[in-house]
Nanobody, 127 residues
Framework: QLQLVESGGGLVQPGGSLRLSCAAS????????VGWFRQAPGTAREGVSC????????AYAESVKARFIISRDKDKNTVYLQMNNLRAEDTAVYYC????????????????????WGKGTPVTVSA
């Protein structure tokens, strides 16, 4: 089964940090752009961040700019989301998905359909 597997979520206090991982199972994502999304209860899914196939182009939602950092390790076939200075409003289930091919540069990534969605990893920010 070709799927992305998210991990690294958990409970953290406001101001804390977490690093999420998105690992590909059964296929390589080295030539794809990958996006992180999140969905809180009762809200629509929101695009959080995107990284292109080269790793040189990244994009972020305004709400997470300067706090979150997306990166990738092609040797490990994995994309990461480092989340710093977490806030209560960051509480959500976080998902990753392939959002484009080799030449996609993360424009309007939040509106992309996405493929190979994982089951998500929950993040709770609470004191």
């Amino acid at each position: 089964q070709l799927q992305l597997v998210e991990s690294g979520g958990g409970l953290v206090q406001p101001g804390g940090s977490l690093r999420l991982s998105c690992a590909a199972s059964g296929f390589t994502i080295d030539y794809d752009a990958v996006g992180w999304f999140r969905q809180a209860p009762g809200t629509a899914r929101e695009g959080v961040s995107c990284i292109d196939s080269t790793g040189g182009i990244t994009a972020y939602a305004e709400s997470v700019k300067a706090r979150f950092i997306i990166s990738r390790d092609k040797d490990k076939n994995t994309v990461y989301l480092q989340m710093n200075n977490l806030r209560a409003e960051d509480t959500a289930v976080y998902y990753c998905a392939v959002v484009g091919g080799t030449y996609y540069r993360c424009s309007n990534f939040g509106a992309r359909h996405g493929d190979h969605w994982g089951k998500g990893t929950p993040v709770t920010v609470s004191a």
